[in-house]
């Protein structure tokens, strides 16, 4: 297919794998479509842009990524409006962030029409399986790592971009209970926080798992310096409702620049909300649980959408919020964001990209 400026060559399957007979499994990130979008980098550009079935990659054991971590990734969403059109949520945004995780990785930036023409080619084509339900979506996770074979630690020559899509379900299918980490970190100050690049991912894996053990579903991150200041939830960013003002942490190297977080602070503005993007202490969470001024705790991410928190373990205490049901206002932006999306409501249409 030829579109104005990228021209994809297009290789589709002869059959589909979907089978109208069988349920999708919509666990996240289990089902993956038909085709997959591939483009490389060498020599200074992108080339070969091929939408092909979705298959294993070959490569050598020296691929760089594979030993020094060169590897950054996306997660945006497409999803079905009442009239069976389809919808991405901003994903000039992911673009750009893509490029921002590669600026910091000293990886190739790809250029933001590849990005959009790639998605958008590749939702188009497998529009076939998006999942039916309010909590569902077609999850799409474009990535990009170093695949020069060659063993010196030095930023890899060559590129390989891709995009596979997965129809998914909701991340959590309840309420999460977490503990505020005082004692691991995520990232720090100066490092690789704010890049979506997997080694931050790994990083989080082992106190999570202690953490699980522990009962809890999701950690929420601390400043690696002191461990006095919320930085993130891993899977998501962390909002909170304390004193009736909409709090965030601020942005910074070591905190991801969420999407959803962006939208939900622009939109909480709009309605005349008090939003506060700054260093948020454990010790006024901790506070704001004991005399009640905390009302409302929730991540918020493109996979987890707004994940509502039940309970926050800190120092070894767990303390329970209120009940969901009361939760003005997370409840009322997840309506909102979830019509959105779904082109329902006639606000912030640039934010958009119909397929
Ligand atoms: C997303 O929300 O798209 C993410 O990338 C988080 C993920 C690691 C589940």
């Not at 909480?268 to 454990?282: C, S």
Request: hydrophobic share 40%.
């Amino acid at each position: 297919m030829i579109s104005e400026k990228i021209d994809i060559q297009i290789q589709p399957v002869p059959n589909s794998k979907l089978d109208s007979n069988e349920k999708l499994e919509l666990q996240f990130g289990k089902t993956f479509t038909d085709h997959m979008f591939v483009a490389d980098y060498e020599n200074g550009k992108w080339g070969d842009l091929t939408i092909q079935p979705f298959q294993n990659i070959e490569m050598s054991p020296a691929t760089s990524f594979i030993h020094y971590g060169q590897s950054i990734f996306e997660g945006l969403k497409a999803h079905a409006t009442n009239d069976g059109e389809i919808l991405i949520f901003r994903p000039e945004a992911n673009a750009k962030r893509l490029n921002h995780s590669a600026r910091r990785l000293c990886m190739a930036e790809l250029p933001e029409e590849i990005f959009l023409e790639a998605i958008k080619t590749l939702v188009h084509m497998d529009r076939a399986w998006m999942p039916e339900g309010e909590e569902s979506s077609l999850y799409i996770r474009p990535f990009m790592f170093g695949t020069e074979e060659f063993l010196g630690v030095k930023p890899s020559g060559r590129y390989r971009f891709m995009v596979i899509l997965s129809p998914s379900g909701a991340y959590y299918s309840k309420p999460v209970r977490v503990k505020i980490e005082t004692q691991f970190a995520r990232a720090m100050e100066g490092g690789v926080g704010s890049a979506k690049t997997s080694g931050n991912y790994a990083a989080s894996l082992f106190p999570a798992r202690e953490g699980f053990a522990e009962g809890y579903d999701q950690l929420l991150w601390t400043d690696a310096k002191d461990h006095e200041r919320i930085e993130e939830s891993g899977t998501m960013n962390a909002m909170f409702v304390l004193d009736g003002k909409v709090i965030t942490p601020k942005t910074s190297t070591s905190i991801l620049s969420g999407i959803t977080r962006d939208s939900i602070l622009t939109i909480a503005r709009d309605w005349g909300y008090i939003v506060e993007e700054r260093d948020v202490l454990v010790s006024e969470i901790k506070e704001g649980l004991q005399n009640g001024k905390l009302t409302e705790a929730f991540g918020v991410g493109t996979a987890a959408t707004i994940a509502h928190i039940s309970e926050i373990g800190v120092d070894g205490t767990d303390h329970k919020l209120p009940e969901i049901a009361g939760r003005e206002f997370s409840n009322k932006m997840a309506v909102y964001l979830n019509d959105l999306k779904r082109g329902r409501v006639s606000e912030y249409s640039d934010w958009l990209f119909k397929v």
